[in-house]
């Protein structure tokens, strides 16, 4: 990043002109600026909408607390949340809501603008503030944005199917896998098929597993679906329950930074002969991976699973969306779940179609961006580049000011890993590559109590254990 643009985030200037509220901005700390807002002209009945006039530029994982008042008594800016489209955050006035206050996280890099919106029928004279700090990246490990590219083979052939490139991800998931973040470990087995993942080959117990092939009533293949969603669950160590609303839109989860859960979505053919899955994005967006077909983010046209239209998926249009092409008419359900949006839970094939229980090999749960990057400290952390665009991010803050050392040991030959060092603001540092082909180490003076990520990769794309040493 540029100087002048590092400067531009860290000193965000405020408007003072608005012609149905008087705004004004003091800043209170180094990153962190406080915008003051006073809207004291709401009409009596009806909708009213304020629209703060600054352009906030930040980046993933920044974020902004919101307070607002009417008169003495303190109020909740409801959730309408994010919109993909205009990059805003919207928000609702709800003077009922025991909750004062909120904090967002922003979900991508970008220019951001407020807007709040009043529904009810009272004169009502709103102030507040809200603080968007600016200096340090959240932590979050439901974070999630759509990499089409990470999850897309640039010499796929619908043909050959998963035969032209068995290390890469899209061959190695599918729908439910890709909404889970569960792909398979190593390449792919040449008598099975890498990309089926069934709702229950997770399971601690294959009895209790429920059939979801060969089915003619959609009802319970959505029951056998769900149960064995509930199994798998158990095993890989989360919680999911289904999420309901009768509102058009769908509400965003893990956006607050003090957000448990993620939403994803399960659909179901009305001859009960498939089922999809899709997954949200912090951004209001979502998407979805068809079989062995590439991951996209647009919705399936009326004729086939594997060809979409050009509409994007989000909050707004998911429930009208959703159930298109094999899918027209079908049941669609909502689950909010609380596993990582991480995709670096590799795990085995099934041992064979009578037993389909698989065997996980987590390596290392690294992130795939520095908002989900995995804590670390001084020592040696085991890790595994899992497949052909896999990027490691960890976040190591230093206990004391000195030069530190860091390196990986182990990487196979050919693998040329690459080290990326970056700040707590997420401006690059350094970008360097393995001299000698595997390992890659360098050395950077930190400061006592300071974040810093650290990302490693193969520069030639290439599946690698190694060790990420830190001292």
């Given amino acids: 990043m540029k100087r002048k643009?590092?400067?531009?985030?860290?000193?965000?200037?405020?408007?003072?002109?608005?012609?149905?509220?008087?705004?004004?901005?003091?800043?209170?700390?180094?990153?962190?600026?406080?915008?003051?807002?006073?809207?004291?002209?709401?009409?009596?009945?009806?909708?009213?909408?304020?629209?703060?006039?600054?352009?906030?530029?930040?980046?993933?994982?920044?974020?902004?607390?919101?307070?607002f008042t009417i008169g003495a008594m303190p109020i909740n800016l409801d959730v309408g949340l994010f919109n993909p489209t205009t990059n805003e955050f919207v928000f609702m006035v709800n003077t009922t809501s025991t909750i004062l206050n909120r904090t967002v996280m922003v979900?991508?890099?970008?220019?951001?603008?407020?807007?709040?919106?009043?529904?009810?029928?009272?004169?009502?004279?709103?102030?507040?503030?809200?603080?968007?700090?600016?200096?340090?990246?959240?932590?979050?490990?439901?974070?999630?944005?759509?990499?089409?590219?990470?999850?897309?083979?640039?010499?796929?052939?619908?043909?050959?199917?998963?035969?032209?490139?068995?290390?890469?991800?899209?061959?190695?998931?599918?729908?439910?896998?890709?909404?889970?973040?569960?792909?398979?470990?190593?390449?792919?087995?040449?008598?099975?098929?890498?990309?089926?993942?069934?709702?229950?080959?997770f399971a601690f117990n294959s009895i209790s597993v429920k059939i979801i092939t060969n089915l003619k009533d959609e009802n319970t293949l959505m029951s056998n679906l769900i149960n064995n969603m509930q199994y798998d669950a158990i095993r890989l160590g989360y919680t999911m329950t289904e999420y309901?609303?009768?509102?058009?839109?769908?509400?965003?989860?893990?956006?607050?930074?003090?957000?448990?859960?993620?939403?994803?979505?399960?659909?179901?053919?009305?001859?009960?002969?498939n089922w999809h899955f899709y997954m949200q994005?912090?951004?209001?967006?979502?998407?979805?991976?068809?079989?062995?077909?590439?991951?996209?983010?647009?919705?399936?046209?009326?004729t086939a699973n594997s060809t979409v239209t050009n509409v994007v998926l989000t909050n707004a249009n998911i429930k009208a969306n959703a159930n298109k092409g094999l899918y027209a008419g079908g049941q669609l359900r909502f689950f909010t779940v609380t596993k990582h949006a991480v995709w670096d839970y590799p795990h085995t094939p099934p041992i064979n179609v009578i037993d389909p229980q698989t065997t996980l090999v987590h390596s290392d749960i690294a992130g795939e961006c520095l908002v989900t990057a995995r804590n670390v400290s001084t020592g040696a952390t085991a890790a595994r580049i899992d497949f052909h665009d896999d990027q490691d991010f960890f976040r190591f803050q230093a206990p004391t000011?000195?030069?530190y050392s860091i390196s990986t040991t182990g990487a196979s030959s050919g693998s040329s890993l690459g080290l990326k060092l970056y700040s707590n603001t997420g401006l690059e540092i350094k970008n360097i590559v393995s001299s000698n082909g595997s390992n890659v180490s360098t050395t950077q003076l930190m400061i006592a109590g300071q974040v810093y990520y650290i990302e490693i990769y193969s520069s030639t794309k290439t599946q690698t254990n190694y060790t990420l040493n830190i001292s």
């Fill in 5 to 67: 643009t590092f400067k531009k985030i860290l000193s965000m200037v405020l408007t003072t002109a608005l012609i149905i509220g008087i705004i004004s901005g003091l800043t209170v700390a180094a990153g962190a600026t406080t915008h003051n807002v006073v809207w004291s002209t709401l009409i009596s009945h009806g909708n009213a909408v304020y629209t703060h006039p600054t352009n906030l530029n930040l980046k993933a994982g920044n974020t902004i607390n919101f307070h």
């Fill in 107 to 201: 979900p991508k890099d970008g220019t951001y603008r407020v807007r709040i919106i009043k529904n009810t029928p009272s004169n009502m004279n709103l102030s507040g503030t809200f603080t968007v700090t600016n200096d340090s990246i959240m932590n979050n490990r439901l974070h999630s944005l759509y990499y089409e590219n990470k999850f897309k083979d640039p010499m796929f052939d619908p043909n050959a199917q998963y035969l032209d490139n068995p290390t890469h991800a899209q061959y190695r998931m599918n729908c439910y896998g890709y909404a889970l973040g569960n792909i398979l470990e190593g390449s792919y087995a040449a008598s099975y098929a890498p990309h089926r993942q069934y709702p229950g080959h």
């Fill in 244 to 273: 309901t609303t009768a509102n058009s839109t769908v509400e965003q989860f893990g956006l607050f930074t003090n957000s448990t859960t993620r939403l994803i979505a399960l659909v179901t053919a009305t001859d009960a002969s």
């Fill in 281 to 302: 994005h912090s951004d209001g967006t979502w998407s979805h991976k068809p079989g062995t077909y590439a991951v996209t983010n647009k919705v399936f046209d009326n």
């Fill in 401 to 403: 000011s000195k030069t």
